[in-house]
């Protein structure tokens, strides 16, 4: 009999849910009627049907009118996962800028299925609670924040931001950080202060299209890295490669890499960190899908484990708490100096009111309330998206299994150019990210990547139900 009080339709759920992945409970099976499992597990006939129903949008089970509810689904069905990336011989400039134009840009309004945006939407987001804390911030900023804020940041949401590191096993200052105009100012931020034009910088592969954007603008060289799909980025070739190739940074997603999912072992955070300090170069690493974890903790960080300030780590709220707000920040390490003297030439300052809000929205304790359930919400959405590709794609589809963030990277046979199938899925209003623009060489062309941001409805089933459709045309 389970005795805490505490969320205990969600314990009688996750007990539910291990013995359906381990077959204890096979698909197909009839589960315990509500009042059976009320007094199976002494509770409440309420809590018996928030079990059930917690269960249901995740698709793992469903209800049969004048029936009672039936196991559905299971890991066991989920499809194979993507193939590992190979090397690549040598560095590249970005060639992609025109397809992703064309992706995020031309293709915008009312009635399209948008699957190429990496974050959830407006309306799972607190757009309410935002707006009193910008009323606070108003009130309580000297002169209603239209003056400058301080080079290094709004000192309230630096000391939140510090306090935010202890959920991650380090514990900064807020002397530690630097405010930016979001994660990608952040980026640019330490890319600048890391490297100078011609350098050569490391990055995954898959990567974030972003990131081969801003190396493109900073007249910076790539070179990508051979990545597992499970435990990211092969750090044998990467400690290799370091010498050969000059490299002066690394620019990598450790936590929920986008687009492939992957989060990276502990064990393996610390011997990036230790590789880094062996060739003394950056390793720059974007955390913005940190806090979006769908397990009972929150993964470290590199930054945990560095010492002697190599690692400069990058996020921002754009993808869980208010993307149009623009509050991203840095802890730069023994870049902090050269960092705050780019930020001064480029900026001067970030936002008074957004600044003071987003501290204000942290400072009582807020944020962590809305992730426990925004998590919940993208960890449900994940596994009903991967039901749906497994039901509608092909059977030979792979698709990655994210333990966090938002987006899911699909594999397609060969021979599949999805560009095409993007032109093509246009004429039926939906969009997503074809995978050639997750790389520099003429590779992921059989891939793509589809957000889960978007709560699952008919909509979205029909969606995924066309693309299937369009894909077997294709074959």
């Not at 239209?146 to 939140?160: I, K």
């Not at 470290?300 to 190599?310: A, E, I, Q, S």
């Not at 936002?351 to 960890?379: D, M, P």
Request: charged share 20%.
């Amino acid at each position: 009999m389970i005795k805490t009080a505490d969320h205990l339709y969600l314990q009688v759920a996750d007990n539910i849910e291990q013995l359906i992945e381990k077959e204890v409970m096979k698909i197909g099976e009839k589960l315990p009627s509500v009042r059976m499992l009320s007094k199976q597990q002494g509770i409440s006939l309420s809590t018996a049907f928030q079990a059930y129903y917690h269960l249901e949008a995740k698709g793992l089970i469903e209800s049969r009118p004048k029936s009672g509810y039936y196991i559905k689904f299971n890991s066991r069905r989920m499809p194979a996962m993507p193939s590992a990336s190979a090397p690549v011989r040598k560095s590249c400039e970005v060639t992609v800028s025109e397809m992703v134009l064309q992706v995020f840009h031309q293709y915008r309004g009312t009635g399209i299925m948008d699957f190429s945006i990496a974050m959830p939407p407006a309306t799972v987001l607190p757009a309410a609670k935002m707006a009193k804390a910008v009323t606070h911030a108003l009130r309580t900023l000297p002169d209603y924040g239209v003056g400058y804020e301080p080079l290094q940041g709004n000192a309230t949401l630096r000391q939140q931001i510090a306090r935010l590191s202890l959920s991650w096993g380090a514990a900064f200052t807020g002397d530690d950080i630097i405010t930016t105009n979001g994660c990608m100012d952040a980026l640019t931020l330490s890319l600048s202060a890391s490297t100078k034009p011609g350098d050569t910088i490391a990055i995954e592969s898959p990567a974030y299209h972003g990131s081969m954007q801003l190396a493109e603008s900073l007249g910076l060289k790539v070179l990508e890295l051979p990545m597992h799909p499970v435990h990211g980025v092969d750090l044998a070739y990467l400690d290799k490669a370091i010498p050969k190739h000059k490299i002066k940074a690394c620019l990598f997603v450790t936590n929920f890499n986008n687009p492939l999912g992957t989060c990276m072992a502990e064990k393996d955070k610390k011997k990036l960190v230790d590789i880094i300090v062996k060739h003394d170069i950056a390793l720059i690493e974007d955390d913005i899908y940190g806090d979006l974890y769908f397990g009972k903790q929150r993964p470290v960080n590199c930054k945990t484990f560095d010492k002697l300030g190599h690692v400069i780590l990058c996020s921002s709220i754009s993808k869980s708490l208010a993307p149009g707000y623009r509050v991203g920040w840095a802890i730069p390490g023994r870049y902090k100096d050269k960092m705050l003297r780019i930020k001064h030439n480029h900026s001067l300052a970030t936002a008074s009111i957004t600044q003071a809000a987003v501290g204000h929205f942290l400072e009582i304790g807020r944020y962590e309330f809305h992730l426990r359930n925004l998590r919940k919400i993208l960890h449900t959405q994940c596994l009903r998206y991967t039901q749906a590709i497994n039901e509608y794609f092909p059977e030979s589809t792979k698709v990655s299994r994210p333990l966090g963030g938002c987006v899911l990277w699909v594999e397609l046979e060969d021979h599949i150019n999805t560009f095409e199938l993007f032109q093509q899925a246009l004429k039926h209003q939906i969009t997503f990210c074809p995978g050639r623009i997750f790389s520099l060489q003429n590779k992921y062309n059989n891939c793509l990547r589809i957000s889960f941001g978007t709560p699952f409805s008919k909509q979205v089933e029909d969606s995924l139900k066309t693309l299937g459709k369009l894909i077997r045309k294709m074959s």
